[in-house]
């Protein structure tokens, strides 16, 4: 995930406040924070009532692990394959030895070795299966070429990778051993509350099995760093090194895998991420059988409704997810889902916002059947989508700012902050405009307006008009008259850029 990385020494923090993922290499300095004294009044109220973790933590220790993974790479920062280790007797030894030598002589100069840098990380990790099955995060192992899952006995086991998800960063690895290995199971993170108490297990700063306790102190956190962020957030203490590690309710179950923390310092400060359950089991499941994830596609690009836009198209409240583009080759087309449509539920689960949306059908399988919930033009319609399987490619992505180009000559009309003119042939090449792209361009923007502020720009076009098409000036002039009749206090437009590409922007008319 695409958070600030956590280096040899220390995380980056180019922010007042920064997101630091939760795995530290294995030489980490410790900040230094003030001694709190034990508190010694019976009128405590984090002594009162406090009961003691020592049987559960005793219960689940033994299967959690550190995780160590070694990266070779060339100085380019070049990740290097393990070379096989060939002896003096080998069958053409001298040749495949003059062979690697003479691959780092280049610029490194005659007959010097290729020079080589290794790193070194250090995370922590769980084991969900006694036959050697361990997750962690994807982040913490990286593109290592080496992983050592070190358990709180002292028992030391080379893993391979079974498979990784960087978009929810999870990995699943494999130990081997000739005896069952301590295991701990999922629970349920769809039961728990703000306020449950939770127990974290992990390495930090290379330390070892290390407890700390707290509560959930919120969930569904969206901390930007992907496509199905859904973060329990937690006050139990997660530093370098807890990333990968498990966050246990009171039962002993695994209801969230630590991942990153939010802090100014890179220690903790009493925030810490977690990715829930309820997400990681079908991803680990994927990636067990299939050694890939295998996600639904719906094969539509979405945008979030905000109160301006639920007005505009009479949803009452801000609810669903608007679909602001449909691929020609998904399975959204053939379906019948088209711009403009609010997905209110799909397979029979609310979507309260566009957030929602990608985690439901990532999670849906692929090949299913899927009845969804559409407003279409105030009213509600069912359409059943043949799931597909989600391409590399594919990603929700939000609408962009575009860089504005120059403005051109005064337009024929102006209307809720700009100045708008019927495409002519030296517009669409002012412009770059692809050809069959429709609709009224934009070609000065009020910086004062409220279409400023959603992000209007000029060479962009104004295509639909409250989901109604227009293709001129005098279009548009008309369907804003009709809204304000129909008592409608902001106009909903479909904007396309150059290209074509489309989003949906609420305006208000004044």
Same mark, same amino acid.
């Given at each position: 995930?695409?958070?600030?990385?956590?280096? #040899? +020494?220390?995380?980056?923090?180019?922010?007042?406040?920064?997101?630091?993922?939760?795995?530290? @290499?294995?030489?980490?300095?410790?900040?230094?924070?003030?001694?709190?004294?034990?508190?010694?009044?019976?009128?405590?109220?984090?002594?009162?009532?406090?009961?003691?973790?020592?049987?559960?933590?005793?219960?689940? *220790?033994?299967?959690?692990?550190?995780?160590?993974?070694?990266?070779?790479?060339?100085?380019?920062?070049?990740?290097?394959?393990?070379?096989?280790?060939?002896?003096?007797?080998?069958?053409?030894?001298?040749?495949?030895?003059?062979?690697?030598?003479?691959?780092?002589?280049?610029?490194?100069?005659?007959?010097?070795?290729?020079?080589?840098?290794?790193?070194?990380?250090?995370?922590?990790?769980?084991?969900?299966?006694?036959?050697?099955?361990?997750? +962690?995060?994807?982040?913490?192992?990286?593109?290592?070429?080496?992983?050592?899952?070190?358990?709180?006995?002292?028992?030391?086991?080379?893993?391979?990778?079974?498979?990784?998800?960087?978009?929810?960063?999870?990995?699943?690895?494999?130990?081997?051993?000739?005896?069952?290995?301590?295991?701990?199971?999922?629970?349920?993170?769809?039961?728990?509350?703000?306020?449950?108490?939770? *127990?974290?297990?992990?390495?930090?700063?290379?330390?070892?099995?290390?407890?700390?306790?707290?509560?959930?102190?919120?969930?569904?956190?969206?901390?930007?760093?992907?496509?199905?962020?859904?973060?329990?957030?937690?006050?139990?203490?997660?530093?370098?090194?807890?990333?990968?590690?498990?966050?246990?309710?009171?039962?002993?179950?695994? &209801?969230?895998?630590?991942?990153?923390?939010?802090?100014?310092?890179?220690?903790?400060?009493?925030?810490?991420?977690?990715?829930?359950?309820?997400?990681? +089991?079908?991803?680990?499941?994927?990636?067990?059988?299939?050694?890939?994830?295998?996600?639904?596609?719906?094969?539509?690009?979405?945008?979030?409704?905000?109160?301006?836009?639920?007005?505009?198209?009479?949803?009452?409240?801000?609810?669903?997810?608007?679909?602001?583009?449909?691929?020609?080759?998904?399975?959204?087309?053939?379906?019948?889902?088209?711009?403009?449509?609010?997905?209110?539920?799909?397979?029979?689960?609310?979507?309260?916002?566009?957030?929602?949306?990608?985690? &439901?059908?990532?999670?849906?399988?692929?090949?299913?059947?899927?009845?969804?919930?559409?407003?279409?033009?105030?009213?509600? $319609?069912?359409?059943?989508?043949?799931?597909?399987?989600?391409?590399?490619?594919?990603?929700?992505?939000?609408?962009?700012?575009?860089?504005?180009?120059?403005?051109?000559?005064? #337009?024929?009309?102006?209307?809720?902050?700009?100045?708008?003119?019927?495409?002519?042939? $030296?517009?669409?090449?002012?412009?770059?405009?692809?050809?069959?792209?429709?609709?009224?361009?934009?070609?000065?923007?009020?910086?004062?307006?409220?279409?400023?502020?959603?992000?209007?720009?000029?060479?962009?076009?104004?295509? $639909?008009?409250?989901? $109604?098409?227009?293709?001129?000036? @005098?279009?548009? +002039?008309?369907?804003?008259?009709?809204?304000?009749?129909?008592?409608?206090?902001?106009?909903?437009?479909?904007?396309?850029?150059?290209?074509?590409?489309?989003?949906?922007?609420?305006?208000?008319?004044?």
């Amino acid at each position: 995930m695409a958070m600030h990385p956590v280096s #040899a +020494t220390g995380a980056s923090a180019p922010r007042s406040r920064s997101l630091a993922l939760a795995a530290g @290499a294995a030489c980490l300095s410790l900040l230094a924070s003030p001694v709190l004294a034990p508190a010694q009044t019976a009128a405590s109220p984090v002594l009162q009532g406090q009961v003691s973790l020592a049987d559960l933590a005793e219960r689940v *220790m033994p299967a959690v692990v550190n995780i160590a993974a070694v990266t070779t790479s060339d100085t380019r920062g070049r990740t290097l394959p393990q070379l096989p280790q060939l002896g003096p007797d080998t069958p053409f030894g001298d040749l495949f030895e003059e062979f690697f030598n003479r691959r780092g002589q280049g610029q490194q100069g005659q007959g010097q070795a290729p020079q080589q840098r290794r790193s070194q990380s250090a995370g922590s990790g769980f084991v969900i299966d006694s036959s050697g099955i361990v997750v +962690t995060n994807n982040h913490v192992i990286g593109d290592a070429n080496e992983i050592t899952v070190i358990f709180n006995s002292g028992l030391r086991l080379k893993a391979e990778v079974v498979g990784k998800d960087a978009k929810v960063d999870l990995a699943v690895l494999r130990v081997k051993h000739d005896k069952p290995l301590p295991a701990v199971k999922f629970g349920d993170s769809d039961k728990m509350r703000i306020g449950d108490p939770v *127990m974290a297990i992990g390495n930090p700063f290379g330390l070892g099995g290390s407890v700390s306790s707290g509560i959930v102190s919120a969930r569904n956190r969206d901390i930007q760093q992907g496509p199905y962020d859904t973060y329990i957030q937690t006050d139990a203490a997660i530093n370098k090194g807890n990333s990968g590690g498990p966050l246990f309710n009171m039962a002993g179950e695994v &209801i969230g895998i630590n991942t990153a923390i939010l802090s100014p310092t890179g220690g903790s400060v009493g925030i810490g991420f977690a990715v829930p359950s309820s997400l990681a +089991t079908s991803i680990v499941d994927q990636l067990k059988e299939f050694g890939e994830t295998r996600r639904g596609w719906l094969g539509v690009r979405i945008q979030s409704v905000d109160d301006a836009t639920a007005e505009a198209l009479g949803l009452g409240a801000a609810r669903g997810a608007l679909v602001a583009g449909v691929d020609d080759k998904g399975p959204g087309k053939p379906a019948g889902l088209e711009v403009g449509d609010v997905i209110t539920k799909f397979d029979g689960k609310e979507v309260k916002d566009s957030r929602d949306l990608p985690r &439901i059908v990532a999670a849906t399988p692929v090949g299913k059947d899927v009845p969804v919930t559409i407003m279409r033009k105030g009213k509600e $319609e069912v359409k059943t989508v043949k799931l597909g399987r989600l391409e590399d490619g594919e990603k929700v992505q939000p609408a962009s700012a575009r860089t504005p180009a120059e403005p051109a000559k005064p #337009a024929v009309t102006a209307a809720l902050g700009l100045e708008l003119s019927p495409q002519t042939e $030296e517009l669409r090449k002012r412009y770059s405009i692809k050809d069959g792209v429709k609709g009224v361009i934009v070609t000065k923007v009020d910086p004062n307006s409220n279409a400023a502020d959603k992000r209007v720009q000029v060479g962009e076009l104004i295509v $639909e008009i409250g989901q $109604e098409p227009v293709n001129s000036p @005098a279009d548009v +002039t008309k369907r804003l008259d009709a809204l304000k009749k129909e008592g409608k206090k902001s106009a909903l437009l479909l904007v396309s850029n150059a290209q074509g590409e489309v989003r949906f922007v609420a305006v208000a008319m004044n």
